[in-house]
């Protein structure tokens, strides 16, 4: 079982084209646009290969100063054919842009990782689907909320974002994660974190939300490595109850403390992920009920380290794991704001 990475791998640099491995008119497409294609541009076609779609307001917030050069950009790239964009309908108001992969996108990603696009696993049809998916809201929920801790200013940095499908690639027979993150801190006085994440929406029960602490158990125990499990609610009402059925469920673990467990609900936007809003499920009986921040959550779970293990060998690649094709890409690009 390959064990949690702990770095993420650096942004690729000039695209590798294989004549023979490619048509002519596919090289010559791709020579148009290396003319064209910016940094920041590699590194979006990789993060929507990643997580499959994003909004314009995730992509503004990611990678650039404002939304109105976020929105130049885009249509400019849509123009070049590597983005597509479609508009999911709404009961009241109008949808924002969500942009996928294009196949001339998917072309170059598949040649700055060396591959040929047909190695990507990558389809456009599949692409496409995710406009009629009826997990879409959840998954841009997903991404408001990693988008949110990324941006944040404050004592750690996030530096490793993983989608549900590279998770589920890796770890799937055991558990599946809607994302796998890392905080680093960039202060002496906060601490890393990584952790899973279980976004609850509120449209599954909570047996069934707790039943997944057993997948958990059991990735740490093939493992060997011990990661939190953040779970993020949409309501208070719903947290507590929550609480209430996890607590019951990891009493019942062989080893709970290879799940440490900390909640907060979806009740104070201002403060989001990175606020002040987590609560273990078992705290420290000196501070019962204290609600605190992702950087200082170890300080509830001793046995943890301060600060994630150095770097293992394992990165996510084709090298480590057939079932995953190319690295993850970092969070944000390399200048945000920045051509």
């Not at 905080?183 to 279980?198: D, K």
């Not at 958990?216 to 990661?227: D, M, R, S, V």
């Not at 990891?250 to 987590?278: E, Q, Y």
Request: glycine share 8%.
């Amino acid at each position: 079982m390959t064990p949690v990475p702990r770095s993420a791998p650096p942004l690729p640099h000039a695209p590798v084209h294989d004549g023979t491995r490619s048509a002519g008119p596919v090289l010559a497409g791709q020579a148009r646009l290396s003319g064209i294609l910016t940094v920041r541009d590699r590194w979006l076609l990789w993060m929507l290969y990643e997580h499959r779609v994003l909004t314009t307001a995730h992509i503004a917030a990611l990678a650039f100063t404002a939304t109105r050069r976020a929105t130049r950009r885009l249509l400019r790239l849509h123009e070049a054919g590597v983005l597509d964009r479609f508009r999911p309908r709404r009961p009241v108001g109008t949808a924002p842009w969500h942009w996928i992969l294009a196949p001339a996108g998917a072309a170059v990603l598949a040649a700055e990782h060396g591959l040929d696009v047909r190695e990507l696993r990558w389809r456009h049809d599949r692409a496409l689907a995710v406009a009629h998916s009826l997990h879409l809201d959840h998954d841009i929920g997903v991404a408001d909320w990693f988008t949110t801790l990324a941006i944040h200013p404050g004592p750690a940095t996030l530096t490793a974002w993983w989608s549900h499908t590279r998770c589920a690639r890796l770890w799937g027979d055991l558990a599946r994660p809607d994302g796998y993150g890392r905080l680093e801190a960039t202060t002496p006085v906060a601490g890393g974190v990584e952790f899973f994440l279980e976004y609850d929406r509120g449209t599954e029960s909570l047996t069934q939300l707790s039943r997944k602490l057993d997948g958990y158990a059991n990735l740490a125990a093939a493992t060997g490595i011990t990661t939190p499990l953040l779970i993020w609610l949409p309501t208070s009402t719903r947290e507590a109850a929550a609480r209430t059925a996890l607590a019951a469920t990891a009493s019942g673990l062989d080893h709970p403390d290879t799940v440490p467990i900390a909640t907060a609900a979806d009740h104070n936007p201002a403060a989001g992920p990175a606020g002040p809003v987590w609560l273990p499920l078992h705290p420290p009986p000196a501070r019962p009920g204290h609600r605190t921040t992702l950087t200082r959550l170890t300080a509830a779970w001793p046995h943890l380290p301060l600060t994630p293990a150095p770097a293992s060998n394992a990165e996510g690649g084709t090298a480590v794991d057939r079932r995953v094709i190319i690295p993850p890409p970092p969070p944000r690009p390399p200048r945000p704001g920045r051509l």
